[in-house]
């Protein structure tokens, strides 16, 4: 189950709406020994790198996040200089509900270096993901749901969420 500050959560939310049309991303940090995650908002990185080479990064931010391997590297010597861990990562689902997608999946494959079907390297990581729909489904810009997911052993599931 992921625990996390209600600010946090709150700044989550912020950034989602704040960065739609694109997908948003950060790292949930655990401190230790509440066990509770704070939220370090990331650039998401996808955007140029689509521009750049779409032939290797085929999709654009608004369907895919890539977190700034340069802010990653950062906050994980942070959490660890302060006794803290990686949780795992929090992104947006645009005008689509929050669910753990195909990509989810391979992107997990990247992160936690493992092959399809492999077990992950930290199977304690999550991933919470966010729906936000906008103006180009002719309402506010609104957080519509959000979802959390665990590896349960044989894949990621949904697990609960407390928001404290």
Request: with cysteine.
């Amino acid at each position: 189950m992921l625990r996390i500050a209600h600010r946090d959560f709150e700044r989550i939310c912020a950034q989602a709406l704040a960065e739609y049309p694109h997908e948003c991303c950060g790292l949930l940090v655990e401190e230790v020994p509440s066990g509770v995650s704070a939220a370090h908002a990331c650039t998401n990185v996808q955007q140029p790198r689509h521009e750049e080479d779409p032939e290797c990064y085929p999709r654009d931010a608004s369907t895919a996040y890539l977190i700034d391997a340069g802010e990653q590297l950062r906050i994980v010597e942070e959490a660890e200089k302060a006794g803290s861990r990686i949780a795992g990562c929090y992104h947006s689902h645009i005008d689509c509900p929050a669910y753990f997608s195909d990509e989810d999946e391979r992107r997990t494959w990247i992160f936690n270096c493992r092959e399809a079907g492999d077990a992950p390297d930290d199977p304690d990581a999550m991933y919470l993901v966010l729906s936000v729909y906008g103006e180009e489904t002719g309402s506010q810009r609104k957080v519509q749901g959000y979802k959390c997911f665990a590896w349960d052993g044989r894949r990621y599931a949904e697990t609960g969420i407390e928001i404290v």
